[in-house]
């Protein structure tokens, strides 16, 4: 080991996503690996105030890896917001000599996390687990693959109905300021248009798709719609369509925290597993105010002001190939 730590904590932060659990098993058996300590914080920077914090075994991650959830649990703190708060957390890390941290989570949690650090210069690492995949420096977060095939799967549901019935559906997935869930659901699922926050698509436009695929005798159409795209929800959208086209009996479904749960894929689990270890590595190599991500199937360490302030951009190749492919 190239530094003197020998004491981590690992917590989860903000929204749950299908393979922290995954990730939380790779740092603890990581850890041990090397002969550290590893200790869990309960319901993230809240647990950390609290000083809610226990000892974590590799025998406490055994049969995890398949669960959805955190078995660390999670909570939005507005107490960790103060810096009095945070000196609070402080005090229970050095109550139980933590020499670093890993906080799995998204925007928030590395927003905090680099508050904090720099605060009382205690090292942290970041993993990236959300659903959304909207974090800059790497290609995906932990839960985004689940959410997306969560979403297909409720989607392949409707189109049966839509099938029977000469239907219109506005299928809402989440992604309130990216439209990561949207674009691959909508690939994955046939649709014939994607709305997204990062693009433009005008009612009118929309309409304008749709009627080609009437003339074209189409017998129903899906819209895939992320939460926070620029001409509303799914409810709103749809009524804005139906006031000016009505060929389709139009209906609307919101998949909501369905995206959330469930077990993890084979591949947010690999993934988390790959971001667990990494974290620990570069702890062990010094390595502090970072987040482990993978890019082009290789470990890659992003320092958390790039992370939370670059702005990870949707595939135009996608883009492109979603509205030649719903032709």
């Known amino acids: 080991m190239t530094n003197t730590i020998k004491r981590i904590a ?54 995890i890896i398949h669960r959805g959830g955190t078995i660390l649990k999670t909570a939005r703190s507005m107490e960790f917001h103060t810096p009095e708060g945070r000196k609070t957390a402080y005090e229970a890390l050095v109550a139980h000599d933590i020499d670093a941290c890993i906080a799995i989570g998204g925007n928030g949690t590395f927003t905090g996390a680099d508050i904090f650090s720099k605060e009382h210069n205690i090292p942290f690492i970041g993993i990236p687990g959300t659903i959304d995949n909207d974090l800059y420096g790497t290609d995906y977060t932990i839960g985004f693959d689940t959410a997306v095939n969560t979403a297909v799967e409720a989607v392949d549901k409707i189109r049966d109905t839509a099938d029977s019935h000469n239907r219109l559906f506005f299928v809402e997935v989440m992604g309130r300021h ?62 804005k369509v139906t006031d000016k086209f009505d060929f389709y009996d139009a209906k609307v479904t919101i998949i909501g925290h369905l995206q959330r749960g469930g077990s993890p894929t084979a591949k947010d689990r690999v993934l988390a597993s790959q971001l667990g270890y990494g974290a620990v590595e570069a702890l062990i190599e010094g390595k502090k105010n970072v987040m482990v991500g993978v890019v082009n199937n290789k470990i890659k360490l992003t320092p958390f002001k790039n992370a939370i ?19």
Do not use: W
Request: net charge positive; with cysteine; glycine share 12%.
């Open 178 to 239: 990216a439209g990561f869930i949207a674009l691959s659901t909508g690939i994955g699922s046939g649709a014939a248009c994607v709305l997204v926050p990062e693009t433009d698509t005008s009612i009118d436009g929309l309409i304008k798709i749709l009627k080609k695929g009437a003339k074209r005798k189409k017998l129903f159409s899906l819209v895939i719609v992320a939460e926070g795209n620029k001409n509303g929800g799914a409810a709103e959208i749809a009524q």
């Open 309 to 327: 302030q670059k702005e990870k951009q949707l595939s135009s190749d996608a883009l492109k190939m979603a509205e030649i492919l719903s032709l």
């Open 10 to 63: 690992v917590f989860t932060s903000g929204g749950d996503a299908p393979g922290m659990n995954a990730a939380i098993r790779a740092v603890v058996r990581t850890a041990t690996y090397h002969n550290m300590h590893i200790y869990g914080i309960l319901r993230g920077y809240t647990g950390m105030i609290n000083g809610d914090i226990r000892r974590l075994e590799t025998r406490d991650v055994g049969n």
